[in-house]
Every structure is written in C-alpha cells, then in structure tokens.
C-alpha cells in the first residue's frame, strides 16, 4: 500500500483562515513576494486549458480572472507570416479543421524537429483561411467538460492575445502578464517564416518590449533566445526537458543536451542570455521506479546560484497526470491531491508554475506563503 503524504485537513482549515486575513479577495495577484524575495508566480499554461480549449481568448481571459499573474501563448506561423496562437503547428487536435471538405487536400506528413507528424499545419492555411476554423478541446476524454466550448472561438493571433491583456489589466486593475514561447524556430526558418521578427514587432506596438515590461518570452531552442536577447529587454527563459536535445543544436551538429544544459556549468552558461528556466516538473522533483516522487534535485539550487528563476511544468489537476500516490480513485479525469503536489514544487524554490487550473496555482501559493 502507497503512503500518501497530504496535509491534514485541520491544518488545510487553518491555512485558509489565514490566507483570508494576510490577502483580502480584492489584492492583485500579481507581485507576490516569495522567501527568496522573487515573484512567485501562477502562470495560466495556454491560459487556462483545463476550463476552457485552450489557447482561446476565452481560455486566457479566464487565467486572468483567476488570478494568473502572467498567461501563457505559444506562437506559430501561418503561410502569410503572422503569428498565432497554438501550441503546435499541427492543429488536427485542437480545431475542427478535419471536418472541413474544402481543406481535406492540405492534410500532409511533416517531419518537424526530427518527428514524423500527419495532420495538418498552420503554415500551409493564410490567416483569412485559418479565421474559418474553430477551436475544439485537445483532451476530450480528460476534459469532457471543455467540450461544451467546441467549435465557439477563433484562433486567436498573437495581437489579439496582447491586446486582451492590456484589457484585462486595465479592467482588473493589475498587470497581466504576457509569457510567449516560439515553437519550433529553427523549422519555421527553414520554411522562410521566421518567428523573432513578428514576435518583437508585435512587442514593439503593444509597447512590450523594454525592461521592467510584464513579460517573459520562452523557446525549447537557444539560438533564437540569444538573438531575442539582442532585440528587446526583457526576460528571457530557456525551457528544458527531462529527455532529448534543442532542436537548434541538433541541426548544427552541437552535442549538447537539455541534461548538459541543466547541470551547474550548462545553467551558467544559459544565464549568459537568459533570466531563467523553465524545466520539466520531473527535472525539480524526480519520480522514483514506483512512481513516486523522489527528492529534490538540485536543479532549483544550482539555477538560482546562476542568477536564473524556475518555472517548472507543467502542473494539471487530473490523476493522469499526478504522480500515483496523489491519485483520487481510479478515473484518470478525476481531480487528484494537486495542491500536495504543487506544495512540494512550491517547498522545493520554485519562483513559479504552469499550470492548466491557474485557480489551483493561486490557492496554493498562497497556502504555501500563509504557512510561513
């Protein structure tokens, strides 16, 4: 039998009291000071992807109403070079685009950062072609609930995105924060449609591009990081993976890994371009063989020995995703023991997490600072 370590009720009660004394319902998220004296920050993933389809407006609008310090867009190209807002180029799963005739001929096979993908792919739709489809929930066994919003929002493109973002700041009276990942780079280069060049333009006019701006920009690469690092002020986060290469690297024939690049000597290097990591949640606290979580590494320590924050990923109330001994019964889409789990990453140095419940991510984190 597995030993399941949660914290008591009682003390959950007592928390809670004081999370209702130290912040009244009306204090800004945003600005939360952790025991290291950084940000601690809830970042909606793709908005918040477990309440509505993710990487909608609807989605990031409903991260910052519940209380998202920043909120998540991952941007790709569409063949007339604007930028959109997916979390793959790919988008069978998450539009409708297969149940329209009139694109059944652009279905293809891609191989994308060494991976044989089918399906079909923004950089073969212009952006008028793409206004024609509709969001669909990608997890629709897990998310039965997030199905009800198929087909109700567009695509939203990377202007859009930061155009709700200013709204919603000014409306909430708080800054909400922009945190946007290039994906795939270095193959959308190779395609002529390039993503730092709109990326910062986009900045540039939504007055986002300068030190002390609240925004973070992220890529699984380097080389663009570096090159971003030219262009605007401000932060700038290296994603790692628990397995596997930047793509960047691979292409240019560089043998290092997300493990070299996650040692002590690969985070000073890092820190050379960036203001912080974004690592695997495995990367922070390891499963054990039996599933169970290990203990720390010493990830956290060694990055922020480097002058680097940590955001860690990603973090989903459901037991598929949980480690086993947090699971709540048998049902994979059934809420597990994720405020146990997000208080350990929270113990363990984090200065922030991604998370698809951002309501999860601020109820924690204030569990964890009214604690002590």
């Given at each position: 039998?597995?030993?399941?370590?949660?914290?008591?009720?009682?003390?959950?009660?007592?928390?809670?009291?004081?999370?209702?004394?130290?912040?009244?319902?009306?204090?800004?998220?945003?600005?939360?000071?952790?025991?290291?004296?950084?940000?601690?920050?809830?970042?909606?993933?793709?908005?918040?992807?477990?309440?509505?389809?993710?990487?909608?407006?609807?989605?990031?609008?409903?991260?910052?109403?519940?209380?998202?310090?920043?909120?998540?867009?991952?941007?790709?190209?569409?063949?007339?070079?604007?930028?959109?807002?997916?979390?793959?180029?790919?988008?069978?799963?998450?539009?409708?685009?297969?149940?329209?005739?009139?694109?059944?001929?652009?279905?293809?096979?891609?191989?994308?950062?060494?991976?044989?993908?089918?399906?079909?792919?923004?950089?073969?739709?212009?952006?008028?072609?793409?206004?024609?489809?509709?969001?669909?929930e990608r997890l629709p066994d897990l998310r039965q609930e997030n199905t009800l919003y198929d087909e109700l929002f567009a695509v939203p493109t990377l202007d859009e995105y930061l155009e709700l973002r200013e709204d919603l700041s000014e409306e909430l009276d708080r800054e909400v924060g922009?945190?946007?990942?290039?994906?795939?780079?270095?193959?959308?280069?190779?395609?002529?449609?390039?993503?730092?060049?709109?990326?910062?333009?986009?900045?540039?006019?939504?007055?986002?591009?300068?030190?002390?701006?609240?925004?973070?920009?992220?890529?699984?690469?380097?080389?663009?990081?570096?090159?971003?690092?030219?262009?605007?002020?401000?932060?700038?986060?290296?994603?790692?993976?628990?397995?596997?290469?930047?793509?960047?690297?691979?292409?240019?024939?560089?043998?290092?890994?997300?493990?070299?690049?996650?040692?002590?000597?690969?985070?000073?290097?890092?820190?050379?371009?960036?203001?912080?990591?974004?690592?695997?949640?495995?990367?922070?606290?390891?499963?054990?063989?039996?599933?169970?979580?290990?203990?720390?590494?010493?990830?956290?320590?060694?990055?922020?020995?480097?002058?680097?924050?940590?955001?860690?990923?990603?973090?989903?109330?459901?037991?598929?995703?949980?480690?086993?001994?947090?699971?709540?019964?048998?049902?994979?889409?059934?809420?597990?023991?994720?405020?146990?789990?997000q208080l350990r990453f929270w113990a363990a140095g984090a200065d922030g997490l991604f998370t698809d419940q951002p309501d999860t991510g601020v109820l924690t984190r204030d569990l964890f600072l009214a604690a002590g």
């Amino acid at each position: 039998m597995r030993t399941v370590h949660r914290l008591p009720a009682a003390a959950v009660a007592v928390l809670v009291v004081l999370l209702a004394m130290l912040v009244p319902p009306s204090a800004p998220a945003r600005g939360v000071p952790g025991p290291q004296g950084a940000e601690l920050l809830v970042i909606g993933h793709r908005g918040a992807a477990g309440h509505r389809p993710e990487h909608t407006l609807a989605s990031y609008e409903l991260a910052a109403r519940m209380g998202a310090d920043s909120i998540e867009c991952d941007v790709v190209s569409t063949s007339d070079g604007v930028l959109v807002c997916r979390h793959e180029n790919e988008i069978a799963g998450t539009t409708d685009v297969a149940d329209h005739p009139e694109f059944a001929d652009r279905r293809t096979t891609r191989t994308v950062d060494g991976v044989e993908l089918s399906g079909w792919f923004t950089e073969d739709f212009t952006l008028a072609e793409l206004r024609t489809l509709r969001a669909v929930e990608r997890l629709p066994d897990l998310r039965q609930e997030n199905t009800l919003y198929d087909e109700l929002f567009a695509v939203p493109t990377l202007d859009e995105y930061l155009e709700l973002r200013e709204d919603l700041s000014e409306e909430l009276d708080r800054e909400v924060g922009a945190y946007v990942e290039t994906k795939h780079p270095t193959y959308f280069d190779s395609l002529g449609l390039s993503l730092e060049e709109p990326l910062v333009a986009g900045l540039r006019k939504a007055d986002l591009d300068d030190e002390g701006d609240p925004v973070f920009l992220q890529s699984f690469e380097t080389a663009n990081l570096r090159e971003l690092d030219d262009e605007v002020d401000v932060p700038l986060v290296q994603l790692l993976s628990a397995t596997g290469a930047p793509a960047d690297l691979v292409a240019a024939g560089d043998p290092r890994t997300y493990a070299d690049l996650s040692t002590a000597a690969g985070l000073a290097d890092v820190a050379e371009y960036a203001n912080g990591i974004g690592p695997a949640k495995e990367q922070v606290i390891p499963l054990t063989a039996d599933g169970t979580p290990g203990q720390p590494t010493s990830l956290v320590a060694d990055a922020h020995a480097a002058g680097l924050l940590v955001h860690p990923y990603t973090f989903r109330n459901e037991n598929d995703f949980l480690p086993a001994e947090l699971d709540r019964g048998t049902d994979p889409a059934a809420y597990g023991d994720a405020i146990e789990e997000q208080l350990r990453f929270w113990a363990a140095g984090a200065d922030g997490l991604f998370t698809d419940q951002p309501d999860t991510g601020v109820l924690t984190r204030d569990l964890f600072l009214a604690a002590g």
